[in-house]
């Protein structure tokens, strides 16, 4: 009886091990990204409670036009300061402009900005990263050296001397993009290459290398996939801190210019000159940047449990 409870119990181990390769080389692609989103709820709710603070900031963003009580550019001296009420929610700024709909309309700079700097500086970490670990030698010391450089100074720091040299205006808001993507792709590069690094090594790249690929080929069909999952990971996490960068460049006044909405832009201005007399001006503005690094915080936290083999649990 004590040789046959352990044969049982490691058959029915062997038996779901089966039932577990059947159901996901049966289901499609389709199928296996539903159960993905639907174990990640039920798992990580967390994770699942940052996606819906995402969701509401998108749907705020995609529907500002719809949702924002009024024009968030719109002056009305009578309204001057006025505290919150049923007619101004959030209250009113120091030219009688809603703060609500200023903060709703501030989340698509904030959207428009992070999206752009997050998603651009991880792309191109993720060429940088895979190129050094595959091509090696003098190209990975002098792609290493440069992510050195940039790694040993703080994003914020990096992000003023970018914006700082491309220059400031109403018009040039690309430039704070830039200025918040060129500190995100050593932190990815980084990432990436270590991740790659072991994926190099494995046996079907030597194959695919012996039948004759290309070292493009080879990078970006057979590596570059296979570091995907560290890649999502940092998007979202990176998500986050371009939005905080957005607005602390913008509260410096080295970021997008009045009339546009932009939650730092409302704090460096009314929310610091009048924080006595009307505090809701900054209070609502950093109540908004807080819970948007929050939702994109949590969001990426869980997603790295959820996709790292090494992170999950039961």
Known sequence: MTGAEPRAVSDR????????????????????FVRFWADFIRRRPLGTAGAVLIIVMLLAAAFADVVAPYDPTAIN????????????????????????????FGSRTALLVGFTASLVGCTLGLVLGVASAYLGGRTDQVIQRLMDVLLSFPLIVIAIAVVAALGTGEDKIANVIAAITVPIVPRVARVVRSSALSIVQMPYIEATRSVGAGAIRIMFRHIAPNVFAPYLIMLTAFLGQAILLEASLSFLGLG??????????????????????APWLAIAPGVAISMAVFGFNLFGDSLRDALDPRLRTG
């Open 256 to 277: 997008v210019f009045e009339p546009t909405a932009s939650w730092g832009l409302m704090l460096r201005g009314a929310g610091m000159q009048f924080l006595q007399q």
């Open 77 to 104: 001296f009578p309204d001057l300061l006025k505290p919150p009420s049923p007619e101004h929610l959030l209250g009113a700024d120091n030219f009688g402009r809603d703060v609500l709909s200023r903060v709703i």
């Open 13 to 32: 181990a062997n038996s779901a091990d089966d039932i577990a390769k059947r159901r996901f080389l049966e289901s499609t692609g389709r199928r296996r």
